[in-house]
């Protein structure tokens, strides 16, 4: 193998797929990167078994040269080094040589990095996907549904496939769904698929695979192409592909956990109920079960405290814009709230109580593609 | 206790004297935060009993009026928490006050924090210094010293005294020394001292003070008086005092382990100097040696090696300005030689090596108020 990359090029792709590496794996390989070339660029995996990425870099494009290849083959080199070497090399070119026994030059400027590589053809192979179950959605969009559900998995692998987010596709819509059994959160949009009426449920991808991916996804409206199969899910970009392994369990049905009727309901500035929270939080931090009560005063004002016996009490009130019917004295995880008022990006927040001891949901007033819900906090 | 103050002027003085309080002390009375209240102002203090901090809002200068004193008096507040709030205040003005047993009231806007204060009369006095031995420095002078050395200290505490940054002042002069016994860093400054011919050794600052002491430092030229004693260092600005303890001991005389002859030298750009050793270390932070080989070649050549049994080799050349005298191999540890030349403003520096087993000299072409010096590695 021996090759002449763009610098620039080589250090994006080399991050994008070091995502994947592991270095608590027990695979040896797969503590390592593998690079790929054919006369039509080169192709670098990273894998901790649960995600792969795959990055192509063409030989060249319409615009621009980026390959100079000089003879085909592979290597694996370990992700560790190489990572850091790459982004440290001094030139604008990189040239990659491998010689006898995996034996491999690294050369930049007046820098050459002799490496021992491992064996490429150790590497595991990436799955083959059958992709008749595929739909797409912009980059930008997939990236705002991930954080805004994402934060809401169980990290308790007591139920496993809580730590995950679930995706349903019904009538074109997506839904997102994530839920640790105490809250849950939600979010709708409209996709387009490939496949005439395609119904997907129970595909339900691990948090972490979703955190990775999201550091991927760049702020832009390009489409993203997303294959699913029956234990794989595959997001595919422009010369990168992301695979993640789904998880295997039922995932509980949400839709009849969420209240219709609302007993009392509160329209209030998003911001000032977040930083009311992030107040009260201060003194719950010592108790550490994050306890905030809210009350309801006359003349739309709402009353936030919190109670700590060492530290002392914090008592705020909040001019809602609206409070609508009966009184309502509840207790809940501040903390909870606080995730979900913090992944809302519009303005106002509509809350809907069915009572102290109920269930209660949050939602943005501007639009109802996504939806929040809260258990209560009993406090004798 | 009842006066409201401005919030920003609260906020700026609660973290200042905040740096010098440690949840981990021993003292119970010294995890909370002084005020103290006078027609004058607010003085605020915070300690560890190594460092203290006292900070002084006065109720107004020729500008404004800071502080509106309706009663004088004082209290400790638990630092962890009341540091927090006060950031979080949502109102331009918060009003503190103390009723019976301690228990203080915080007012913001809407918001009421009632905490449980701590008995201001168990907080210890702070030293009253002798001022017969001061001295003067700019702010970004002594921010400059203090980075330009304290990185050197050791944080081995087999020899307590080499934690610290040793002061001394003849003929006008100041030096400040740091060593742990494998590298040295000087910095030297003319100062201005209100004391005739005042003359200061063994003044022993612990290293972690000077760290404190930095975050609080401006980078303006507003002068800081020194106040020296023997146990006792005190940086006195505008409206703060910053007290550290001295270590004890015997600092080691380090004149004469400096060599005044060269064999070989050397003049290259730092950033290049340094981009280099950051590449070579990138193999020896497996091995953790940190060891890096040089070696002066035809040409005005410098090649740097390092090298990893596991991971392979790194081989760099570079071409310096100048390479004056012997042929040169040498080995040392790269990671002391990297902090050093980070610390460094100037584009170039000189090496003065005296051989392969003796210290070698560092120091910046363009002024004489600075000096590193390294033993090298002996590599078998």
Redesign the interface.
Known sequence: MHFIIQRDKFVQSVQHVNKAVSSRTTIPILTGIKLEVTSDGVTLTGSDSDISIESFIPAADEEKEYVEVKKEGSIVL?AR?FA??VK???GDDIEVMVQDQFA?TLRSG???????GLDPEEYPQLPKLDESRTFRLPQNLLKDMIRQTVFAVSNQETRPVLTGVNMEIENGILTCTATDSHRLAMRKAITESTTENLTISNVVIPGKSLNELSKILDDTDDLVDIVVTGSQILFQFKHLLFFSRLLDGKYPVTKNMIPEQAKTQIELPTKELL??L??AL??SK?AKNNVINLKTLEGDVLEVTSISS??????????CHQVEGEELRISFNGKNIMDALKVIDSEMVHIMFTGAMSPFILRPTDHDQMLHLFSPVRTY
Chains 1, 2 share one sequence.
């Open positions: 370990q080094f850091d070497i440290k090399l001094p491999t007046s820098v050459v990095f002799n490496l021992n930083h009311s992030e107040r201060l003194l010592e060492e530290v002392g009490k914090v008592t705020e009130k909040i001019h």
